[in-house]
C-alpha cells in the first residue's frame, strides 16, 4: 500500500508533509504535489501533517477521489522529487475548501 496525494491539495500545496517524510517520495508539479508510489513506505507522516487533510492511503482514498491514485503514479514519474519544505501559493488558504478543482490540475 502507498499514501496518495488528491484533489484537496490543488492550488494549495502546502508542503508540511515534505518536512516529514524519511524518504523524500514526494514530487512537485505547478500546482500539486504527489506521492511516488514506489518511493513511499507507508510510514503515514505525511497524513497528519498536510492542513487540505488531502493525503490518504491508497486503501482509504474517498471513491469520488480514485483517479488521483493512477495520477500520483504518472506524475511522479515526470516530476522532480521534492525534498525541503516551501512556502505555499501566496494564495493557498483560499483555495483550501474548494471543491471541485482537479479541473484546475496543472500537469506541467
Known sequence: MT???????IRCKYTDCVDVCPVDCF?????????????????????????????FAEDDVPENQRAFIAINA?????????IER??????????????PKAHLLDRG
Open 3 to 9: 499514501y496518495v496525494v488528491t484533489e484537496s491539495c
Open 27 to 55: 514530487r512537485e508539479g505547478p500546482n500539486f504535489l504527489v506521492i511516488d508510489p514506489d518511493e513511499c513506505i507507508d510510514c503515514t507522516l505525511c497524513v497528519a501533517e498536510c492542513p487540505a487533510e488531502a493525503i
Open 74 to 82: 504518472e506524475l511522479a514519474k515526470l516530476w522532480k522529487p521534492l
Open 86 to 99: 516551501k512556502d505555499p501559493p501566496a494564495d493557498a488558504d483560499e483555495w483550501k475548501e474548494v471543491m
